[in-house]
């Protein structure tokens, strides 16, 4: 049995991705940095790419979630207002909106 | 701030247009990826330490490189970080592979 995931956020919750910029690794791509999403699925916890990437063992995990977007958030002159951005996020880079 | 040179998604300035062509993909492509799954596979290279070591590249070696060659190139990167090759080894053999078989 694995235990539960100690997930900060749930699904439907409103996000605001951190704008950091530090040197290393990092999946979080810049076009949504700074942006608010809305957390679409928790996946559960997995080790942390930022340590894997230096031969580092990614402990601890780190919860990773889909975060949805609205297009029309994320990029100017975006037209078509119904398009939706989904993006795997770790916890570490996201914070209450 | 800087935005590293592989992440440019967005970027009219960086990323330019999508070549949404098909294409095939060439021999040694298909053998640079084989090579990735062996390396993964034995245990000797993880998918982030390859990204990072792309990451890290010269910028403008980076840009100057196809998809497959920064593959190969962080492949290298990687063996040479945890010595399993030296830079040496891997250029002596390349030149032999040139002589062998012609210029790439």
Same mark, same amino acid.
């Given at each position: ?20 910029? @530090? ?16 957390? #679409?699925?928790?996946?559960? #916890?997995? @080790? ?22 609205? =297009?029309? =958030? ?24 | ?22 294409? =095939? ?11 990735? =799954? ?67």
């Amino acid at each position: 049995m694995g235990r539960a995931v100690r997930a900060r956020f749930k699904p439907g919750d409103r996000v605001l991705v951190k704008m950091e910029d @530090r040197p290393g690794h990092i999946r979080t791509p810049w076009y949504v940095r700074g942006k608010r999403g809305w957390i #679409e699925r928790v996946y559960g #916890e997995f @080790r942390n790419p930022e340590s894997l990437a230096y031969g580092g063992d990614g402990l601890p995990k780190r919860p990773l979630y889909l975060v949805g977007f609205e =297009q029309s =958030q994320v990029w100017d002159k975006y037209e078509a207002a119904k398009d939706k951005l989904f993006i795997d996020i770790y916890e570490h880079w996201l914070e209450p909106a | 701030m800087a935005r590293g040179h592989h992440d440019i998604g967005g970027s009219e300035r960086d990323a330019g247009p999508i070549d949404r062509g098909e294409h =095939q993909l060439e021999d040694w492509e298909i053998l640079a990826d084989a090579v990735n =799954q062996a390396l993964g596979a034995v245990g000797v290279k993880r998918t982030d330490e390859l990204r990072r070591a792309r990451e890290e590249m010269d910028s403008e070696l980076y840009r100057s490189l196809k998809y497959y060659e920064r593959w190969i190139a962080s492949m290298e990167t990687i063996l040479i970080e945890k010595k399993i090759l030296t830079k040496e080894e891997i250029d002596r053999k390349v030149e032999e592979f040139a002589k062998k078989w012609g210029e790439p």
